[in-house]
Structure formats: C-alpha cells, structure tokens
C-alpha cells in the first residue's frame, strides 16, 4: 500500500526495505555506548573489547542507509539494483550475525541468561530478510 502513496517507492520491495531500514536504525542507536559496560550482554561485550560499539552502530547505519536508498526509484523511475540487492544483503548479514553472537553469548556465559531470546530473534530476522528479497515487484 504505502508504494502506491510515495509514487518513487520500489513496489513491496521498497516497502518491505524501508521497515528492515528502521530496524537496522534502532539497532544502530542500541548499539551506541551505555551507562556501563556491566550493562551489556556478554557477546556484545566481547564485541566491544575486540572493536568499539559506535564502530558496529555505523555498520548498522551504513545498511539502514543502502536499505534506505535502494527503496526508492530514481527520478527516471529505474530501480537503483544495486542499493536494493546491498541494503537486503547487509541487514540479513548483520542480523544473521548478530544472532550468533548472542547464539555464542549464551552458551558461553554461565548462568540463566536469556540470549537465546535474541539469537533466535535476529536469526529469524535474517531469515525474513533473506525471504522478502526475493518478492518481486508486480
């Protein structure tokens, strides 16, 4: 529906690109430095020690930018292919691997976390990513 709104959206690709966008923007901010480091889960810990945190929100920014982008028509109307196929590809691969690291997190912390919770949360994200980008537009 919204594609029939915003004349320059992609189709349903558009549509379903600029929802991953606002996914990637949010955890882009949650990615920004907290309070504390105790506050963090323990894979997004062994993330922070290895690169800082501002360093993997820019990543998550970069794809919500390509999903961005590639959701919209040029003014000529042509799809910009290789922002959408770049925008679909780096949010199902950050979800993807964020859904190890707190898949790894929670095996290797002991005690009664819940990373599972989000490691099968951004792995099903990842995999509904990876399942609309292949809609075509009609």
């Known amino acids: ?10 189709g349903p690709r558009g ?3 600029l929802c991953w966008a606002a996914l990637a923007v949010v955890v882009a901010v949650s990615c920004l430095p907290p309070a504390t480091a105790e506050s963090l889960p323990w ?3 062994a993330l922070a020690s290895v690169v800082p945190l501002w360093v993997y929100a820019a990543l998550w920014g970069a794809a919500a ?7 919209f028509r040029r003014r000529d109307r042509a ?5 959408d196929v770049a925008g679909f590809a780096s949010v199902a691969g950050l979800c993807c691997g964020w859904g190890l690291l707190y898949g ?3 095996i290797a912390q002991p005690g009664g976390n819940r990373q599972w919770i ?3 949360a951004f792995l099903a994200i990842a995999g509904g990513v ?6 075509r537009n009609p």
């Open 118 to 120: 989000l490691a099968g």
């Open 79 to 83: 799809v910009r292919r290789w922002w």
């Open 15 to 17: 549509s379903v690109l």
């Open 43 to 45: 894979g997004l810990r």
């Open 130 to 135: 990876s399942n609309t980008s292949r809609l």
């Open 65 to 71: 930018l390509a999903a961005v982008i590639g959701a």
């Open 1 to 10: 529906m919204p594609d029939r709104i915003i004349r320059r959206l992609n």
């Open 104 to 106: 790894i997190g929670w």
